[in-house]
């Protein structure tokens, strides 16, 4: 008898479908998987005799050929276990084929027959709700992650066995109930820092209001412990809360990734993620021979925050230039490719110079101006010109950071940030920020005026700016007039714009 069983692949946050076909036939026992399965796959023959067995099923005598179709893509995991098993119970009739038509199946299989948890569980319910499936198998651990999504069943049993009772009708399980992703903001906010605990670096914590409100880039320059770390991590506290649609996005890229738990089903707040310098330039954009998501895509939503910036390696930096502009990572393969997202906001921060106390008027550099310029030249020109604001933070001795009263807190700032996007989408587009602009879009939204274009045009041959950096400043000086509710670009905002991008002696 021939079963078939509706399960999925990714490519990389995209589910595709895969069919198991199972065929028992005459000839000699034999259990043969085909349909390009990779190691893990075909040691699922393994798992599943070994779990089938011990809940009770014998496989018949008979040459087994299990089919996964389409058979020109590979399959990757260990998600197809259970499919597997399931596609042998149908051939052996020990559950009808019809039961199988409207679902779709995903899971591992342990040797005693209980499920456990696979990667990419919440792409394959996004799959399952677009092509109008009844209901989703996941295993126990994974269901409240699928049952985020709306207006799908998920049924998520804990053993082999649960599931059979479930297809025969003899003990039917509940479909998992969700609980939001209202449940989850108040747990994971705890870890971000809020932007009263910064005192004094005015300058800067306007900036990171105008990179909140426009969603620009930033870099950072001053010495250890003028508070550029404190400022980055503050940046998410002044974004927006997500969308359900933008939780889903991040949460479908950190379930692929493998980085969801079974407490937290979600992420809820926007990512912050601030790899370590000795990270290579696969775990930066992602990769590997199984394309996987890197820390841009991590960020995807959010903040990626590159703290000692010129300690990076250089070809790792370097391919951040294509993801900044794009906002997609494409990773191609010799035996597949994969698209990841990667819409973020990089805030990277670095020390004037290798002591870290050029300009420092409470320390004396101890730097020759040789090694200066060869650690600034580790940040190539096509790096800096992508990033929007050069941002000074001098240092702030003790005895004023004690007398300086408590700033506004994140919350505060963020009502401004959330009325200025919200005169860009009605401007611009839903969901279209100030840094995308670009062309005749960037023409019509951010028109300058005589005075305007004169200072712009000034500023560009003394500072030598490239077109880049002019389409920049401009995008820049729109948001800061979206902050001051103000419809033209007046000469002040381009003005401010242009005092972001100088960056002081800090940032050379």
């Known amino acids: 008898m021939l079963a078939r069983i509706n399960t999925i692949a990714l490519e990389g946050v995209r589910a595709v479908p ?8 005459r000839g000699l026992p034999a259990l043969s998987i085909v349909g390009l399965p990779e190691a893990t796959v075909r040691e699922a023959k393994d798992r599943v005799r070994a779990a089938l067995s011990n809940c009770g099923f014998k496989l018949p005598t ?14 990757v995991g260990s998600s197809y276990d259970l499919p597997i098993a399931l596609g042998l119970l149908v051939a052996m009739e020990k559950i009808p084929q019809k039961q199988m038509e409207s679902r779709v199946v995903l899971g591992e299989l342990s040797l005693d027959g209980r499920l456990r948890p696979i990667t990419g569980a919440l792409p394959a319910a996004l799959y399952a709700r677009q092509e109008r499936f009844a209901e989703l198998i996941v295993p126990l651990d994974n269901g409240m ?26 003990t039917p399980l509940q479909p998992v109930v969700s609980t939001g992703l209202k449940a989850w903001l108040g747990e994971e906010s705890r870890l971000i820092r809020d932007m009263s605990e910064v005192k004094g670096q005015e300058h800067a914590k306007q900036s ?8 620009h880039n930033l870099i950072m320059s001053g010495p ?25 996005e991040v949460t479908a890229i950190h379930s692929v990734a493998g980085l969801l738990h079974a407490g937290r089903p979600i ?5 912050f993620r601030s790899p370590h310098h000795t990270s290579s330039q696969v775990a930066l954009v992602g990769g590997g021979s199984i394309p996987r998501p890197g820390e841009v895509s991590l960020a995807h939503r959010g903040v990626l925050f590159l703290d000692e910036i010129p300690e990076f390696g250089r070809t790792a930096l370097e391919v951040l230039r294509e993801p900044l502009e794009a906002r997609e990572v494409s990773i191609s393969r010799a035996a597949r490719s994969a698209v990841f997202p990667a819409d973020f906001q990089l805030v990277a921060a670095f020390n004037p110079c290798p002591c870290g106390h050029l300009g420092n008027p409470y320390r004396a550099c101890r730097c020759s101006p040789v090694r200066i310029e060869q650690y600034r030249a580790r940040l190539s020109g096509p790096l800096m ?40 989408y009605a401007r611009n587009g839903l969901g279209i920020l100030n840094a995308t602009l670009d062309g005749k879009v960037l023409e019509r939204h951010a028109p300058l005026d005589e005075e305007s274009q004169s200072l712009l045009l000034n500023a560009g041959r003394k500072l030598a700016f490239s ?6 400043l401009r995008r820049v000086a729109r948001t800061i007039a979206d902050l001051a509710d103000s419809a033209p670009i007046q000469v002040g905002h381009l003005a401010e714009a242009i005092q972001y991008r100088v960056g002081g002696r800090y940032s050379g």
């Open 18 to 25: 895969v069919e198991v076909e199972v065929d028992l036939s």
């Open 62 to 75: 008979r040459r087994i050929t299990i089919n996964l179709a389409p058979a020109h893509l590979p399959k």
């Open 145 to 170: 992650e699928a049952a985020l999504t709306p207006e799908l069943a998920v049924v998520a049993p804990e053993t082999l066995l649960d599931l059979v009772r479930h297809l025969l009708d003899e």
């Open 208 to 215: 990171l209001e105008v990179v909140a409100a426009g969603g």
């Open 224 to 248: 250890p412990g003028s508070g550029k770390t404190l400022l980055a991590r503050c940046l998410p506290g002044l974004l927006p809360e997500m969308t359900l649609d933008e939780a889903l």
């Open 267 to 271: 992420v809820g707040l926007r990512p």
């Open 385 to 424: 010109d992508r990033i929007d604001l050069h941002v000074e933070v001098p240092p702030v001795p003790a005895e004023t950071l004690i007398a300086l009263p408590t700033g506004e807190s994140s919350a505060d700032i963020r009502q401004r940030v959330v009325a200025a996007r919200e005169r860009q």
């Open 467 to 472: 077109a880049r950096t002019h389409n920049r």
